[in-house]
Structures are given as structure tokens and as C-alpha cells.
């Protein structure tokens, strides 16, 4: 069963996105050459207690961190260490949550370590990130999951990847629904599965986290000993984006973007609906 949210409770969630919204900005500015993924972990910390949210990575399924925190062929689930030192060069991608009296936010970003970086993971960045607004557009009434699940799709083959080849969309990992628990019905996936149908309808107080990852070769992953951390099958290098957005009477709203997402929206010829916080 789906999760359809009242007004209230969708306000609620934007409290959460906010907090969510908050740790990106402290975390992207400390993830500097000679940082540890750990000394990101404890900025996250600090900025949940700040706004008195709880973290809701931190002991899911016995995670043991505040934030998710992969680096280069790591694709998601990446555990914070002091074993990890972020180098000039390297990508990180960045994945945390908050709740707000039961009320559950979730985002990612991919930043850029240091400086001179390839041309070929700035774009890979940009692609995925792109794809996701893309699914973010998708968002309409009367659309169904598997529309969203094009957008994304669609936008990323669309893209040349310099260099030649396609980019490699990440099979076993995708999108999900978000409300009382981070985790909930339906799972969203990133690409177009003619076998799942097409979904459900998408009405108002439908919420998703919509989270590409794309890698620049390989769509295949394998999971590490620890059990958690998520890497390319053939070591290339990938990248994670995610929001989570909430489908309302008056179009979407980013829950987790500081400005609800409108001034990416007007790009796409979309008005976002309004911030139930003014």
C-alpha cells in the first residue's frame, strides 16, 4: 500500500527535508582534501542536534552511521571511517536523513574533491543529477510511477558520455516511497522494467525519493564484507542524486531542496507548488 500524505503531514516532511537540506550544506563545505568520511559523520551529527531531528540512517537494518558516505566506485551505503582520508580529485557522494516527530526526510548529492577533476565525472555528476530533475518533472497527476521511472531513463541515454559508450544506470538500487518510515511502497526504479507494469497513479499526497545513480561504465554492483558498502562490479566510478519530493494540489514540492525546488522547476517549465513553512 502506498502512503498518501495529508497538508499537515506534508508540511511535517518539509520540516525534516529542511534538516536534511542543512546537513548537505555543512557537509559539502567540510569535504575537503585531508577530511575523513568520520569527520563528515560527526558535522551531520551536529546539525541534527541543532534542530533536534533524529537521524534515521543511524541503526536502520544496524547501520552504524548518521550518513552514508561513498567515495568514487562506491555507489551507495558507504560507511564513515577515520580509515577513509578524502584526497584532491575525488568524488564523494553524500546520503542522509532526518525525522521530525515521525516524519522522514532522505537526499543525496555527489561533491567534487578539491579541484581538477576529469571532464568526464563533472558530466557524469551533471547527467545524474539532470535525471533525477527529470523524474522530479514527471511528478504530475494522472502520471504513473513507470513515467517517472522514464524520465530518468530517457534523460540519461540521451546524454553522449565522453568518451563513447552509455553510461551504466545502476540495476539494484532505486527510488522509494517516504513518509512514517524512510523506506516504503513503491519502490521507484531508474530505468524502464516492461515486466513491473506501470505502477501506480500518481495523486496528490504521493511522496518518493527519487535517486538516480549512474557509474561510468557498469550497471552491475557487488557488496563489500562489511556487509553495507556498494561498489561497481568493474571499478568504475559512479554518482548518486536524490530528493524527496511531494506531489500536492499545486504541482510538486522538493521537500528536501531549501528553495522546494522552484527555481530548477521554472527551468523546466514547471511551477512548484507552494512551501507549506512560507
Not at 11 to 28: W, Y
Request: aromatic share 6%; net charge negative.
Amino acid at each position: 500500500m502506498v502512503q498518501i500524505k495529508n497538508p499537515e503531514q506534508i508540511a511535517k516532511m518539509r520540516e525534516a527535508g529542511l534538516v536534511v537540506a542543512a546537513i548537505h550544506a555543512a557537509t559539502r563545505e567540510a569535504a575537503v582534501p585531508g577530511a575523513t568520511t568520520k569527520d563528515l559523520d560527526q558535522v551531520a551529527r551536529k546539525v541534527l542536534a541543532e534542530h533536534n531531528a533524529k537521524p534515521n540512517f543511524l541503526g536502520y537494518g544496524g547501520f552504524p552511521a548518521t550518513i552514508c558516505t561513498s567515495v568514487n566506485e562506491v555507489v551507495v551505503h558507504g560507511i564513515p571511517s577515520d580509515d577513509v582520508v578524502l584526497k584532491d580529485g575525488d568524488i564523494i557522494s553524500i546520503d542522509c536523513g532526518a525525522i521530525i516527530d515521525g516524519w522522514h526526510g532522505d537526499a543525496a548529492y555527489t561533491a567534487f574533491v578539491g579541484s581538477g577533476h576529469a571532464p568526464e565525472l563533472v558530466e557524469l555528476s551533471r547527467v545524474t543529477e539532470e535525471s533525477m530533475w527529470a523524474g522530479i518533472a514527471a511528478m504530475k497527476q494522472g502520471n504513473r510511477l513507470v513515467d517517472v521511472s522514464r524520465a530518468i531513463e530517457t534523460y540519461i541515454r540521451r546524454q553522449p558520455k565522453p568518451g563513447g559508450g552509455r553510461y551504466g544506470i545502476i540495476e539494484d538500487y532505486g527510488g522509494h516511497g517516504i513518509g512514517t518510515e524512510m523506506h516504503m511502497d513503491p519502490h521507484l526504479l531508474n530505468y524502464v522494467d516492461r515486466r513491473r507494469g506501470k505502477g501506480p497513479k500518481l495523486v496528490p499526497g504521493f511522496c518518493l525519493a527519487i535517486e538516480p545513480m549512474v557509474s561510468l561504465g557498469t550497471p552491475r554492483t557487488e557488496v563489500l564484507e562489511d556487509d553495507w558498502t556498494v561498489v561497481t562490479t568493474d571499478g568504475t566510478w559512479s554518482s548518486h542524486w536524490e530528493h524527496s519530493v511531494a506531489l500536492t494540489e499545486q504541482g510538486p514540492l522538493v521537500l528536501t531542496a531549501p528553495d522546494g525546488g522552484k527555481a530548477k522547476l521554472a527551468e523546466l517549465g514547471i511551477t512548484a507548488a507552494p512551501d507549506p513553512l512560507g
